[in-house]
């Protein structure tokens, strides 16, 4: 993808009207911190346009990128923040429930999990709850370059069991630092779910 020019459209929070948007959404989630904002600007080609908060779990908004006016990258709130009250968790729960629901453009959801770690309760639930709604999640391994090349495949293993991936899903290894992965998901992205 010729990134043109990209365009923080749209901000939703909890009692927003979502856009009934023209082209195709692609959708990112993830718990906070896992290197969703440096995902983002990494396929935007930009350095910090994508916030990367300084309080993670605080910002509970959808954001929508507009992409050289054919696509939106769709940045939902990050989950699983622990200083975050159970309100504001009921409240987060409601609003990305209500846009895999209603958003008719949506065409891909990426989940972002931690290559180092075991997935968490909330990446299990949030795995299966995106299942749930009918869609078939992709995964990005994020933070590629934080373990060593040979244990790459150890660490897809961990993962793919942690969260009991349908046989077929796909697993995409993914750094901020090195860009590696970036071409990857983009050809996805351009040859599954948009034009
Ligand atoms: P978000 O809360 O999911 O949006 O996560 P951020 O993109 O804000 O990243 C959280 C922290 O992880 C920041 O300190 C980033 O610099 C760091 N980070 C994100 N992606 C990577 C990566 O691929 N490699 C490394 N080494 N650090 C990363």
């Known amino acids: 993808m010729i990134i043109k020019n990209v365009n923080l459209e749209t901000v939703c929070g909890i009692t927003s009207v979502l856009p009934d948007n023209a082209h195709p959404e692609i959708a990112f989630s993830g ?15 930009r350095k ?41 968790k009921i409240k987060w729960g409601q609003l990305v429930e209500r846009y895999l629901h ?12 931690d290559i180092r770690h075991e997935p968490s309760a909330n990446d299990k639930m949030m795995y299966d ?9 992709i995964i990005i391994a994020t933070k590629l370059d934080k373990i060593k090349r040979s244990q790459l495949e150890k660490h897809i293993k961990m993962l793919r069991t942690g969260l009991k991936l349908l046989p077929g899903t796909k697993v995409i290894p ?8 970036r071409d990857e ?6 040859t599954e779910y948009i034009g």
Request: proline fraction near 3%; charged fraction near 20%.
């Open 31 to 45: 718990k906070s911190n896992v290197g969703k904002s440096s995902l983002i600007n990494a396929l935007m080609n």
């Open 48 to 88: 910090s346009y994508a916030r990367i908060s300084a309080t993670p779990g605080k910002t509970q908004t959808i954001n929508y990128y507009n992409i050289n006016d054919e696509l939106y990258l769709v940045d939902l709130p990050g989950y699983g923040y622990a200083k975050v009250s159970e309100k504001e």
């Open 102 to 113: 209603s958003s008719r453009q949506l065409k891909a959801v990426f989940l972002l999990i």
């Open 129 to 137: 709850w995106i299942v749930g709604q009918g869609y078939e999640p």
């Open 174 to 181: 993914f750094s901020s630092m090195t860009k590696q992965g």
């Open 185 to 190: 998901i983009w050809e996805l992205v351009e």
